[in-house]
């Protein structure tokens, strides 16, 4: 089941991308899957069934890319499968490696 249930409202185009994803909040850590990316979000399958309305800490790796990158981020979708629970992400900010990771797919032209 995709995520194209949910209504496209993003401002930014996304990039598809399946990387393991640890959700850490006040109830512990569930371990998601990404199964796209934006600038601003990502879309997640997760192991859990719990409805997240705080703000959660996500930690991940970007192929390429040194280093964890690691966002506060809220959910602003989440619906429950019969096995998996798919829901959708803001983050709070756009961390600097993941902006360096978005400019290295679409490198800006150089001007001399």
Do not use: Y
């Amino acid at each position: 089941m995709s995520l194209s249930i949910f209504p496209d409202r993003r401002r930014n185009s996304r990039v598809p991308l399946v990387i393991s994803v640890r959700e850490r909040s006040e109830n512990g850590v569930v371990m998601c899957v990404a199964t796209d990316i934006s600038p601003c979000g990502m879309a997640l399958k997760r192991a859990s069934d719990t409805l997240m309305e705080k703000p959660v800490m996500l930690d991940f790796q970007l192929p390429g890319m040194e280093g964890v990158v690691s966002v506060p981020a809220r959910f602003v979708r989440q619906v429950q499968t019969a096995s998996v629970q798919l829901g959708a992400v803001a983050f709070e900010r756009t961390p600097e490696l993941l902006e360096r990771w978005f400019s290295s797919l679409h490198p800006q032209p150089s001007i001399t």
